[in-house]
């Protein structure tokens, strides 16, 4: 077990082409892959992506915050949305290797399995 770990942080904008390009501009992120739907970005140890405000893979609550959506690796998913769902802080559904979820203060996180606990599923494009 490797225990929790930082995953890519995600962010959600209307112009999210541009809004990498200050990223990389101003920050030095490295750029990745880039479609119409999300700018993928590098630093020395996680991902940054923005999303489209359209993304229908992650919940309208979630697109719609202004702020960063980390996510976090672990190693055992099913008890982490068992706790979470308990605590009733899981917004929208257990994709079965993720989900998101909202902490006290009413940030969202994403929370994902660690990769060497994966099935076949790519978190990082």
Avoid: C
């Avoid at 909202?102 to 099935?119: C, K, L, S, T, Y």
Wanted: net charge negative.
């Amino acid at each position: 077990m490797n225990g929790p770990q930082v995953g890519a942080v995600f962010a959600f904008s209307a112009t999210h082409a541009t809004t990498a390009e200050f990223y990389t501009d101003i920050v030095g992120l490295q750029a990745g892959t880039a479609d119409a739907d999300a700018s993928w970005l590098k630093a020395g140890n996680a991902d940054v992506v923005f999303h489209g405000r359209d993304d229908r893979d992650t919940p309208a609550e979630v697109r719609a915050q202004t702020g960063f959506v980390v996510w976090f690796g672990v190693d055992d998913i099913t008890g982490a949305f068992d706790k979470a769902k308990a605590a009733k802080a899981v917004v929208g559904d257990f994709f079965g290797d993720y989900f998101f979820a909202r902490d006290p203060d009413g940030r969202f996180i994403g929370i994902h399995v660690n990769e060497e606990q994966a099935h076949g599923h790519d978190h990082e494009h």
